[in-house]
């Protein structure tokens, strides 16, 4: 079975500085990964996916994500935030396959706030 | 990129009432979706996955005959809460995957369902 760990609950981050938001996975074999991120009342946007190649991943709005297969992280990163990036952020997770049936397993979700 | 609607964004119904929610991917053609549920502040669980011309697959504890799910085309899936109760309420989302692109969903702006 897979499964995506998001620790923090919460995540506070002055305006201006780097963010980091933690993402473990579980998988059998070689993973997918992914980054959504949630505003009030929306749904899921994408924010970037680790498929295979280069460990650092550039995505939307700045964002990156280091793949980290020894630790088993997918951890979001900016360099800088902004206030714009308050927000729900799940980390997901489904096998490598052909398959486009093969499910995705969500984290908890990690509740972004930046601070003014 | 692809676009999956939803409708509609969000529904009031009696208990004791039927709702059919669409979710529609409107530039791809979608073989496979699914339907997630959410509870506030609370992350996506999977209800099912439906492909185009077959039954759909229930997640284990989701009640196939409560939520009846229709893949009629590859554009097109509906999911109807059947005898709705007060309990139903939540925020249903679906998402798409391409048939070429087997790995990445695309999801919908979600429906906010309350029951009355």
């Known amino acids: 079975a897979q499964s995506v760990a998001q620790p923090e609950d919460q995540v506070n981050v002055a305006e201006g500085n780097p963010l980091t938001v933690k993402c473990t996975y579980s998988?059998?074999?070689?993973?997918?990964l992914f980054w959504y991120v949630q505003y009030p009342n929306r749904g899921l946007q994408f924010l970037l996916k680790?498929?295979?190649?280069?460990?650092l991943v550039k995505g939307s709005y700045g964002f990156e994500a280091e793949f980290n297969k020894s630790q088993t992280s997918f951890h979001l990163k900016k360099p800088s935030a902004l206030v714009s990036d308050s927000a729900l952020y799940f980390c997901?997770?489904?096998?490598?396959?052909?398959?486009?049936?093969?499910?995705?397993?969500f984290g908890t979700g990690t509740r972004l706030t930046i601070i003014p | 990129g692809a676009v999956v609607s939803q409708h509609p964004s969000w529904v009031i119904c009696k208990s004791g009432t039927s709702v059919k929610i669409e979710c529609r991917s409107l530039?791809?053609?979608?073989?496979?979706m699914f339907w997630y549920r959410q509870f506030p502040k609370q992350s996506l669980m999977l209800m099912a996955t439906?492909?185009?011309?077959?039954?759909?697959?229930?997640e284990q504890g989701v009640e196939k005959d409560k939520f009846l799910i229709n893949h009629a085309s590859l554009t097109l899936s509906t999911l109807t809460v059947t005898s709705a109760h007060p309990e139903d309420s939540s925020f249903y989302i679906c998402?798409?995957?391409?048939?070429?692109?087997?790995?990445?969903?695309?999801f919908g702006p979600g429906t906010r369902l309350t029951v009355t």
């Open positions: 998988v059998s074999g070689n993973p997918y």
């Open positions: 530039d791809f053609q979608a073989t496979t």
């Open positions: 997901a997770v489904r096998p490598i396959s052909n398959f486009g049936n093969e499910k995705l397993t």
């Open positions: 680790y498929i295979t190649g280069d460990n």
């Open positions: 998402s798409a995957g391409l048939a070429a692109s087997s790995y990445e969903q695309y």
């Open positions: 439906s492909n185009e011309g077959s039954k759909a697959t229930y």
